[in-house]
């Protein structure tokens, strides 16, 4: 009943609005709408989302020298965390779907074999700031750390034994992503919103709730110096 209810309500916009486009002079199109027999135009000149990003400042070379590594590191593992949500959202949307306990289990194995088999081999030869870093980004895109997943897919022993052997490493799974509080992971929002700007990366929002112009404020004050991440 609950899929009918939705199939009908998407399509109630589908009839109440017949919609034509008409190309005019470059970026200028015309719409017309067709509502209970009256047509309607309407002009518009579609524009993409552009955020203003200031140049950055650094207190010495060595400072610069360390946000070039850390951009390196975040655009090679960024697409990783990217994928993470992409999955994350359709095993949930599918797991919504099936009934059985155990058809949903089967389900989330295949989705867990898929993702190791694809790219296991690539995330071992991962350095260890490039692994924290991913640990990070899954946390920005999906809104749950890395060692959260792990427990939510697998088991709470499982997680257990995960972050105690990436810990070996020093790497921890349940590092979260907070650029208000952190300035490197504020320096990898930064290197993402200008990676988007340039189409560099594609883009997805975050899961989390901050306001990346308030950071930059924040972080570019005088008073930024005397924190310490």
């Not at 949930?92 to 074999?113: E, G, H, P, W």
Request: include cysteine.
């Amino acid at each position: 009943m609950k899929q009918i209810l939705f199939i009908f309500l998407c399509l109630i916009p589908a009839a109440a609005f017949a919609q034509v486009k008409e190309p005019v002079q470059d970026s200028v199109e015309y719409e017309y709408y067709i509502i209970e027999g009256d047509t309607i135009a309407r002009s518009h000149i579609d524009l993409d989302e552009v955020l203003i990003l200031s140049r950055l400042k650094f207190d010495n070379d060595l400072e610069r020298r360390k946000y070039l590594i850390l951009r390196r590191k975040t655009i090679k593992v960024y697409p990783y965390a990217k994928l993470a949500s992409e999955r994350l959202v359709e095993l949930n949307s599918r797991l919504d779907q099936i009934k059985s306990r155990r058809d949903q289990k089967r389900y989330t194995k295949i989705v867990q074999n898929y993702i190791e088999n694809q790219f296991s081999a690539e995330l071992k030869k991962l350095t260890r700031t490039e692994g924290q870093i991913l640990v990070k980004l899954i946390h920005r895109q999906t809104g749950i750390t890395a060692f959260d997943l792990v427990k939510d897919l697998k088991s709470g022993w499982r997680a257990f034994w995960y972050n105690t052997t990436a810990s070996f490493f020093d790497i921890s799974l349940k590092e979260e992503f907070d650029p208000a509080k952190n300035q490197e992971d504020y320096y990898i929002e930064d290197i993402l919103q200008r990676a988007f700007q340039g189409r560099q990366l594609e883009r997805q929002p975050s899961a989390l709730d901050y306001d990346f112009l308030e950071l930059t404020d924040k972080w570019s004050s005088p008073a930024k110096r005397d924190r310490k991440s």
